[in-house]
């Protein structure tokens, strides 16, 4: 795959920035074919990535992602504790687009998870 000989590139030459969204572009290639576990390892990446450099508002991005990986897993507590993770940094920097997307992403969770009333409360947090 193109992307991994990019990642070795950015890896050489220390570009962490690049190197965290490289692993979610890695990530997005193996979602969109079904390999979610492989998806979730580059998600994993990419946050450890974004977490050594500070990058608040990258790791916020990539934990939604890497629990959106985790729904299709059927893990829903590790689903919960990444959507979760990056909530006040999606609030501080004003992405609304994304806060909806991750509590969408917690009502699924918790309509797995057969809790109900949890989840009509976070649809209904996504559309306020």
């Known amino acids: 795959m193109y992307f991994e000989k990019v990642k070795d590139i ?3 030459i220390h570009e962490e920035e690049r190197l965290a969204e490289t692993y979610m572009l890695i990530s997005w290639v193996h979602s969109h ?3 979610y576990i492989e998806s ?5 990446a ?13 790791a916020a991005i990539a934990s939604g992602n890497l629990a959106g990986d985790y ?3 059927d893990k829903n507590k590790e689903a919960i504790y990444y959507l979760t993770k990056g909530l006040s940094t999606l609030e501080k920097n004003g992405d609304y687009v ?5 509590f969408l ?3 699924n969770t918790f309509m797995n998870l057969k809790n109900y009333n949890e989840a009509v409360k976070q649809i209904q947090t996504a559309f306020e």
């Not at 990419?46 to 990258?58: M, V």
């Open 33 to 35: 074919q079904g390999n």
């Open 10 to 12: 950015y890896q050489q």
């Open 71 to 73: 729904l299709k897993l």
């Open 98 to 102: 994304n806060l909806s997307g991750i």
């Open 46 to 58: 990419a946050l450890s990535t974004f977490e050594s450099i500070n990058d608040d508002y990258g």
């Open 40 to 44: 979730s390892e580059a998600n994993l």
């Open 105 to 107: 992403k917690l009502a």
